[in-house]
T-cell receptor, first 116, second 108 residues
């Protein structure tokens, strides 16, 4: 399997612009997670989906952030408008059946976002 | 939410040395995993270990769920082991909680 695929790897944008991050989970995985990593706050869960349905979005910082999962093989995280404090590495991760044995979490390589 | 504490926060080792990293968690969990974030930022799943002991090459992990801790052992460390090691637990409230990590530097 190719693993969790994220794009782009790097994104540099100006404040106020819309940013869209993309993720393709591992085939067959029914959970998808979006995380943000910064030096100050470490790894923060933003939102996660189960079977394409958003389950918990309490980590989404504010209304400027939105996430969708239109099908089992694709998810997006959108920031509109972007602000310099959104600069971070955004990770997507997927897993299969959190409540059963043997369900490791697999991360993509991340998208490094810089908002100037 | 669950509190996850890792120790030590930083560790510097000579190549070939052994080390033990610890993860304490504040409540019952049914899923605990160890990750390695390499210097390029990639997060690699090392172990899924809600209880018991597992080994993978020079790495092994033990979780004692009743006492709410897990240990990651690295033997004969190599420079490629450098990076940050995270422990993450999944609670019954359906969320992974990550520790703040142990930053390991292995010196040749």
């Amino acid at each position: 399997d190719a693993g969790v695929i994220q794009s782009p790897r790097h994104e540099v944008t100006e404040m106020g612009q819309e940013v869209t991050l993309r993720c393709k989970p591992i085939s067959g995985h029914d959970y998808l997670f979006w995380y943000r990593q910064t030096m100050m706050r470490g790894l923060e869960l933003l939102i996660y989906f189960n079977n394409n349905v958003p389950i918990d979005d309490s980590g989404m910082p504010e209304d400027r952030f939105s996430a969708k999962m239109p099908n089992a093989s694709f998810s997006t995280l959108k920031i509109q408008p972007s602000e310099p404090r959104d600069s971070a590495v955004y990770f997507c991760a997927s897993s299969s059946g959190q409540h059963t044995a043997g369900s490791p979490l697999h991360f993509g390589n991340g998208t490094r976002l810089t908002v100037t | 939410g669950i509190q996850v504490e890792q120790s030590p926060p930083d560790l510097i080792l000579q190549e070939g040395a052994n080390s033990t990293l610890r993860c304490n968690f504040s409540d019952s969990v049914n899923n605990l995993q160890w990750f390695h974030q390499n210097p390029w930022g990639q997060l690699i799943n090392l172990f899924y270990i809600p209880s018991g002991t597992k080994q993978n090459g020079r790495l092994s992990a033990t979780t004692v769920a009743t006492e709410r801790y897990s240990l990651l052992y690295i033997s004969s460390s190599q420079t490629t082991d450098s990076g940050v090691y995270f422990c993450a637990v999944w609670d019954t409230g359906n969320q992974f909680y990550f520790g703040t990590g142990t930053s390991l530097t292995v010196i040749p």
